[in-house]
């Protein structure tokens, strides 16, 4: 096979030599093409540089960026208004789509991927020879695209798959363990965009002293390791685990995956996808600063131009076959481990009309793929069988004080579990004696909710809030519930809140019966974009989706550190929905695992696991959190039966006795 595939290679390259000396025969089209067989030729050179010094692989990557970057993206095929302006929204939107795959190449070429490299160079060949010999038109354009990707579908979504289960593909955990970490340029190996985020990063972790990146390490891989514990999971079969960061994290993970080690897992790392194949709404896998958002923003839904029923039917196969042939080594994934990052610079999109959307039965088919995928995910790997943790911590473009805000996050993320079990318990007595909880909103905040509560048959044994204390969910600081959805209503608002990094500005979500029932914001000018931008990037192109969980932020302290370094709107909805109430839209935080059994510290069993959508086995397979801010927040308060108020929060502060001593960070604020 690699030597069909050379063979291929080397035919490759002799045809995109060609070009260079009859594009001329593309009119209007011939800049496109120069600039694309450039490119590839680039690309393809280095993927047949042996020796790839790490001097070499930087001036590669600055090279390889310059062209997407802010300052070059009003001129750049990629950008979707511009090949439009130039060739006509039709053959502009395709030939920036294929600008976009092209761009893919840079990755394989590093990564010495030569099956993704030939196959890409094959799609450009095949759509530069209809334009050469003036047999193009968009409909064939698009046939080409399609067969194309169901052709080779079923390799790259193996490969896909493979990269998430099997840890001896290790071209990412060899950088992490053997490099020189001392030496920043070691992080031109991965290919991906380097900042000076992940440049800065490295340096500050270089800093260190060892017993601190080995206890920030210990921190994350204990909060995976207790999942397992506290919902009495049998560890024992698991040799694997997925290790996902932001690169710059290096001496972190590197002492992190000593300590999986220690407790019987090998690491599996991989970058986030990068055809559209392969790439989500969300980045999965590990990743670095983007060289421009709004060119990940313009290209979010590529798969536009050939993603129909057939395909959708093709790729659940390609999928099962994939999960089929690596059963096994599914079968021992004990689940990922995430270092999430934040502190980018605020990025507001612009939503231009140029670039490619999902047509209204493609949202339908795209909803229907990510609940038939998740299914077959679910089956080779149970949700059932285990952990997951999630941590945050800032980058350098959070501002100057970025090593201050460092140490503070070390401390949010490290506060006394057993101060909050107690606080949290409090909150949770009073709760449970709730048919109902009252959320309002203060100043301009227009939220007015009432969130229905499940019956406790036992209320002696039975609870309805589980008493979060940072295992998998780091920081500590929350109870949370899976609502009753009959007798949810009204209106859930928020001045300002960046969802999946995208800015949302005076977002409004009407609740009956506890699903979305209507919505709007105010990020542009015409209502119909406001709508389109809230069903594409939150309700995930449905109609609606349930309330799936509701619960209380308890960590007043980080709450008061985002306050005092400015930093409220640019941490990550992992911290940021300790820092008050919260409402996540999509599944419930049990979902799939309903039935396995939960207690808290004090004993009782968790029983609020279902709601009326999980009952029925319709599952969303998104959960999406929006919190109210303290300073918008006026008050809550538990409605038990006949209609007593216990007030949990009053003008912004805890009132509930037992709780008081939450609101001694908040007299900090500067």
């Not at 089209?29 to 067989?37: H, Q």
């Not at 800065?200 to 800093?207: D, Y």
């Not at 995956?257 to 897992?265: D, R, Y």
């Not at 105010?522 to 389109?532: L, R």
């Amino acid at each position: 096979m690699s030597g069909i595939l050379e063979e291929r290679h080397a035919l490759n390259i002799d045809g995109l030599e060609l070009i260079l000396s009859e594009a001329q025969k593309t009119g209007i089209y011939e800049p496109y093409f120069r600039e694309m067989t450039s490119m590839l030729l680039y690309v393809n050179n280095i993927y047949d540089t042996s020796e790839k010094t790490w001097k070499q692989l930087k001036q590669w990557n600055q090279e390889w960026y310059e062209s997407v970057r802010p300052k070059n993206y009003e001129t750049c095929y990629g950008n979707p208004a511009y090949a439009s302006e130039q060739f006509g929204l039709e053959y502009g939107q395709l030939l920036s789509f294929l600008y976009r795959e092209i761009r893919c190449g840079f990755i394989y070429a590093i990564e010495g991927r030569l099956f993704d490299l030939v196959i890409t160079n094959e799609l450009f060949l095949e759509i530069y020879q209809m334009f050469r010999e003036e047999e193009e038109n968009p409909e064939q354009i698009r046939t080409v695209i399609f067969d194309h990707m169901r052709d080779y579908s079923s390799e790259v979504f193996e490969y896909r798959i493979r990269e998430q289960l099997d840890p001896s593909l290790d071209f990412a955990t060899k950088i992490v363990m053997e490099s020189d970490l001392s030496d920043t340029d070691c992080l031109y190996q991965y290919g991906e965009y380097i900042s000076d985020n992940e440049i800065h990063t490295l340096q500050f972790l270089n800093s260190l002293p060892k017993e601190k990146i080995k206890d920030i390490a210990k921190t994350y891989v204990d909060g995976f390791h207790d999942g397992f514990i506290i919902n009495n999971i049998d560890m024992s079969p698991k040799r694997t685990v997925n290790i996902r960061y932001t690169i710059g994290f290096e001496p972190i993970i590197r002492e992190a995956v000593k300590q999986f080690q220690e407790i019987g897992l090998m690491p599996i790392i991989y970058r986030s996808g990068q055809s559209s194949l392969v790439r989500g709404s969300v980045k999965v896998g590990y990743i670095s600063s983007s060289p421009n958002p709004q060119y990940d923003f313009d290209h979010r839904f590529d798969q536009a131009v050939y993603f129909d029923n057939r395909f959708m039917q093709h790729k659940l196969e390609c999928y099962r076959n994939a999960y089929e042939k690596l059963k096994e080594e599914a079968s021992v994934l004990a689940g990922p481990a995430c270092m999430d990052t934040f502190g980018e610079t605020p990025f507001l999109p612009e939503n231009k009309k140029e670039a490619l959307h999902l047509s209204s039965k493609q949202q339908e088919l795209s909803v229907e793929f990510q609940i038939k995928a998740s299914e077959i995910v679910n089956e080779y790997i149970k949700p059932d069988q285990r952990s997951f943790t999630i941590i945050a911590y800032p980058i350098p473009e959070i501002g100057d004080q970025f090593e201050e805000i460092f140490e503070e996050v070390i401390k949010v993320n490290t506060l006394d579990k057993d101060l909050y079990r107690k606080i949290q318990q409090h909150l949770i007595d009073a709760l449970d004696q709730a048919v109902e909880v009252h959320i309002k909103g203060a100043g301009n905040n227009q939220t007015d909710l009432y969130v229905a509560m499940h019956d406790l048959e036992h209320p002696e044994k039975e609870t309805n809030f589980e008493n979060c204390l940072a295992d998998v969910n780091i920081p500590v600081g929350e109870v949370f519930t899976s609502p009753k959805l009959a007798g949810t209503n009204g209106v859930l608002h928020v001045g300002e809140v960046y969802l999946r990094d995208l800015k949302f500005i005076d977002l409004k979500l009407t609740f009956k019966d506890g699903k979305v029932e209507s919505y709007t914001c105010k990020n542009f000018e015409s209502e119909e974009e406001n709508k389109a931008f809230i069903k594409e990037n939150l309700l995930y192109n449905r109609d609606t989706l349930p309330m799936g969980e509701f619960a209380i932020g308890t960590n007043t302290t980080a709450y008061a550190m985002a306050k005092n370094y400015g930093i409220l709107y640019q941490l990550p909805i992992l911290i940021v929905e300790k820092m008050g109430p919260h409402f996540a839209i999509g599944d419930t935080c049990y979902s799939h695992s309903e039935e396995t059994k939960v207690y808290n510290p004090d004993g009782k069993e968790i029983v609020a696991k279902y709601n009326a959508c999980s009952l029925k086995g319709e599952y969303f397979q998104c959960h999406t959190d929006i919190t109210i801010p303290y300073e918008e927040l006026d008050s809550i308060h538990a409605i038990a039966l006949g209609g007593e108020e216990i007030p949990l929060i009053e003008g912004g502060r805890f009132v509930l006795p037992g709780t008081e001593t939450l609101n001694v960070p908040l007299t900090d604020i500067e």
